[in-house]
């Protein structure tokens, strides 16, 4: 821990600024003609542009009936407009005590990779908010912030989490759409080693209307650890302990149920459309991002 | 089965104290290594696909325990260095008698017949079963054991190639009662003998099997050799000497060869020589003269046995004697002195004698008179000495004695009849230790010859003029052989001497021990006797040199100062050995057959087996272990 705070300390150096302000510039270009940086939502009223209509309910303010079309077609049908919103972008990330292995520490990955969405999103007038989980305590979240001025806020906020505890996605989830009402991107970057599988979290966020993206975090060398002969493997979330004998074949196995183990949640995130990404620590988090960018998952 | 190494009971503590802990620590439960690991659920969903059932766990563990105790079992084992002990009555006793006389030099066979003989018995000690005991008897002309009884055969061929070839004659009945001696009591007993076969016939058959290997080609074993080369100086002319030199052609057809005899390195005679299919030829070269001392015949060109083309002979060096006699008058005795052209005679009557007188001379004669304190003279001759001064006590006085006993192996008494000889009357001597009665009248001597204080000494017990001794041949000769015998020419001493053989060799005078160097620069210690003659059991041939180890004391050598190196020569002179002709071995009527050795298996290492299955059972556990067969 004492060579983990320095280190901690330099996580945000210059050198990232750089790159930070490097992404958000080539997050413009990239969506450049296609959408506006602003985020908008199909709602009744607000907005100045017609978007669609739809057919009257009760309850409906009816100042948006569309009188023209009752005249020619007798139906009543409310006319929509986008109206522009701020962004709630929901950076739900992972500081349990797995996230404290790999080299680097998976959760180090994590941090910048939170930091430079939490960048491009402050840059882009969006409204972030940083919700660690880990642990069977409940961890307090940095309130949504808005603006690029906002953004050592949130290196100090990342600064100080720390991996432990163990890991409950569910919960986590959970927590989160009920906290904030306003629905929003949630990024969900994690390792995703949960015993209780990954899967109800990212469906209770769904079914809440936020909008998850998936951010799989992994050490490329945990599917091929350097163990050999009789040992006792000890998770160290749970403590569980096991009585293994590590041999090539079993290496092998194991390397191949990891790659399962990514695949499934892999698929899973691609049956519901849920964007969903591969963050191996030996994969620079700049580069990951643009990934995203590219993808168009961070932004519809 | 038997054990070398560990007792059975060895081998099982041995196996005791490594697999009681390896059990202890297999019923230990291993403490495994702790690894910290991200997601045990991964682990488990691999694990429970491998997961091996309990009792094959189980027998995993079982495995790797039995392999462990089958590994310490086996080098316990190979500790104890385990024999096939095979059934009783092929177990044999093997005595393998290696000929390393003077013909195994013989190199008719290549390199010689020594490496051959070496060669072929390698073959039979390779061919001895597992439960046979061999013991190597090297045959020369002192048989002797060169190992104990031995069933490990690097031991057997480690002794086989410390053999070499000697320079002397073998001696096969002594090496035969030798084996005899050794097999008394052993299952099986076998003689092997590895010869050339010039080993004469044996009549009475030796215990035991005997089995014969024959070393040497029957072609090109044509030998011609010395097997005689004698000097000697003519006894009352030392100035010349003469030569007997024999030569034999052993092969089967005529050989021409050049004799040269040197005498210092110079040629005294060159001649050509044809000789017979067999033919012994003996040249006799008299009347030689010369001051030269060494004498070497060679004959040439050199055959397959080189070492009987060279005979060596030294001739005793001449010494001119100073004699101081002291009497009263006594022509006899002065005139018999006179006869020997080396001695240089003075006179002195008893009242003019005084110690010091004598000093100088190598030989004092009294007679009638014999000094309270003897000269530092090399020899004393006392005759009829007055019974209160005699050096050699007198125990009585004896009439008409008549001589009835003699000496006559004496160099003293040499070319001499004493027999018949009238005296008047005589002093019975009383002797001492080392005296020698020269002449004795029923057993009551009255000749005697000793050494007091390494000073020799003749004493005759009667006066010379009351009896006809004078008057006879033998007198001057009794003196001549006495003044000789003083000053240690012994013209009875070999000019050369036969390795294989004791060499009675004269020390040099004084001197309590003395050193036989030989012509390879070897040493041999031997200690000078009362006689002064030490004992050697030579082996070599040539000149060998006789140094003083260590001399007696200041009163010693009172006329010759510090003793002097003298040498001897030596010479095979063993027309057997000379006979390089390979011949079968027949005892007692019947040729002995070649070995048949092919007992009850090939001798093997089954400790070296062990060892070499223990490394691949280890290697098998390294791979079981790799591989989680084991673990």
């Known amino acids: ?300 | 089965m038997s054990f070398a190494g560990l007792s059975g009971l060895g081998v099982l503590a041995a196996f005791a104290a490594v697999a009681g802990p390896l059990v202890v620590l297999y019923l230990l439960k291993m403490r495994r290594r702790r690894i910290e690991v991200p997601f045990v659920k991964l682990w488990q969903h691999v694990l429970s696909e491998r997961e091996p059932t309990s009792w094959l766990q189980r027998l995993r563990r079982l495995l790797s325990l039995l392999l462990q105790l089958a590994l310490a079992a086996l080098l316990a084992f190979a500790l104890g260095d385990p024999r096939m002990a095979g059934r009783a009555h092929d177990a044999r006793s093997v005595v393998l008698v290696i000929d390393c006389s003077a013909s195994m030099q013989a190199r008719d066979v290549t390199p010689n017949r020594m490496a051959k003989a070496r060669a072929e018995a390698r073959k039979v000690v390779r061919g001895l079963g597992g439960a046979d005991a061999a013991l190597i008897l090297r045959m020369d002309a002192e048989p002797v054991p060169v190992t104990g009884w031995e069933t490990d055969g690097h031991a057997l061929e480690r002794a086989i190639e410390s053999l070499e070839a000697s320079d002397d004659a073998a001696d096969f009945d002594g090496a035969l009662a030798l084996a005899g001696d050794a097999l008394r009591g052993r299952t099986g007993p076998t003689i092997v003998v590895v010869s050339d076969g010039a080993l004469g016939e044996i009549r009475r058959p030796p215990a035991g099997d005997v089995r014969f290997v024959r070393v040497g080609a029957s072609a090109g074993a044509d030998n011609v050799g010395v097997t005689a080369f004698n000097v000697r100086r003519y006894p009352l002319n030392k100035s010349s000497y003469e030569v007997l030199l024999e030569i034999v052609n052993h092969s089967q057809k005529p050989a021409q060869r050049t004799l040269t005899l040197e005498a210092d390195g110079e040629a005294v005679d060159v001649a050509k020589l044809d000789l017979a299919p067999g033919e012994k030829l003996r040249r006799f070269y008299p009347n030689l003269s010369g001051a030269q001392s060494r004498l070497l015949a060679r004959i040439e060109p050199h055959d397959a046995l080189v070492l009987d083309d060279t005979a060596y002979a030294l001739l005793p060096p001449r010494k001119k004697q100073r004699v101081l006699v002291v009497t009263d008058g006594n022509l006899f005795l002065e005139g018999g002195l006179l006869l020997d052209e080396s001695a240089e005679v003075d006179r002195l009557t008893p009242a003019a004698y005084a110690t010091a007188r004598a000093q100088g001379y190598d030989v004092v004669v009294f007679d009638r008179f014999a000094p309270a304190e003897p000269p530092r003279a090399r020899g004393l001759l006392y005759i009829a000495p007055p019974r209160a001064q005699s050096p050699i006590a007198v125990r009585s006085e004896i009439k008409r004695p008549f001589l009835t006993e003699l000496a006559e192996g004496h160099p003293l008494l040499r070319w001499i009849t004493l027999t018949d000889v009238n005296i008047a009357e005589s002093s019975v001597f009383a002797l001492e230790r080392g005296d020698v009665a020269l002449a004795s009248s029923l057993h009551q001597p009255i000749i005697v010859a000793g050494q007091r204080g390494g000073q020799k000494m003749l004493a005759i017990g009667f006066d010379l003029r009351r009896s006809d001794l004078p008057m006879r041949v033998a007198f001057p000769v009794l003196l001549v052989d006495a003044l000789d015998w003083f000053a240690g020419d012994d013209t009875q001493l070999a000019s050369s001497y036969r390795t294989g053989r004791p060499w009675r060799v004269a020390g040099p005078p004084g001197a309590s021990q003395v050193t036989l160097i030989d012509p390879a620069g070897g040493r041999a210690l031997a200690e000078v006797g009362d006689d002064g003659f030490a004992l050697f059991f030579g082996r070599h041939v040539g000149f060998h040199r006789i140094a003083a180890a260590a001399p007696a004391g200041p009163a010693s050598g009172p006329a010759s100062g510090p003793a002097a190196d003298s040498w001897i020569a030596a010479n095979l002179a063993d027309p057997n050995e000379s006979d390089i002709t390979p011949r079968a071995l027949v005892i007692a009527g019947r040729t002995a057959p070649p070995p048949d050795l092919g007992g009850p298996g090939p001798r093997r290492r089954l400790w070296a087996l062990l060892l070499v299955a223990a490394i691949a059972l280890s290697l098998f556990e390294w791979v079981s272990y790799q591989r989680r067969w084991t673990v």
């Open chain 1, 1 to 300: 821990m004492a060579e983990a705070a320095p280190r901690k300390q330099d996580l945000f150096d210059e050198q990232f600024l750089k790159k930070l302000e490097y992404l958000a510039i080539v997050s413009r270009k990239v969506f450049a003609g296609r959408v506006r940086a602003e985020r908008r939502s199909r709602k009744v009223g607000a907005g100045i542009e017609f978007a669609d209509h739809r057919d009257y309910a009760p309850g409906d303010d009816i100042r948006y009936l569309d009188w023209n079309l009752y005249g020619r077609l007798e139906k009543l049908l409310l006319r929509l407009f986008e109206e522009e919103e701020d962004l709630h972008v929901y950076l739900l990330t992972d500081a349990s005590g797995s996230m404290r292995t790999g080299h680097p520490p998976k959760l180090e990955h994590a941090m910048k990779l939170a930091a430079a969405l939490a960048y491009v999103a402050l840059s882009n007038l969006d409204r972030v908010s940083i919700v660690p989980f880990g642990g069977e305590e409940k961890r307090d979240p940095l309130p949504p912030a808005r603006g690029k001025g906002r953004i050592f806020k949130v290196f100090n906020f990342l600064r100080e989490l720390e991996a432990s505890g163990r890991t409950h996605l569910y919960d986590a989830a959970a927590e989160l759409v009920h906290r904030h009402k306003r629905r929003g991107l949630v990024v969900l970057t994690s390792d995703f080693y949960d015993p209780d599988g990954v899967e109800g979290a990212l469906n209770v966020l769904r079914h809440h209307r936020f909008e998850p993206i998936a951010i799989h975090v992994y050490d490329p060398r945990e599917a091929r650890p350097e163990l050999k002969g009789d040992l006792e493997i000890v998770d160290c979330e749970t403590g569980e302990a096991r009585p293994v004998t590590i041999s090539s074949k079993v290496l092998a196995a194991f390397a191949r149920e990891h790659e399962r183990y990514l695949a499934d949640i892999e698929s899973f995130c691609a049956s519901r459309a849920i964007p969903y990404f591969r963050a191996p620590t030996d994969l620079a988090f700049d580069e990951l991002v643009l990934q995203i960018f590219r993808r168009g998952g961070f932004l519809r």
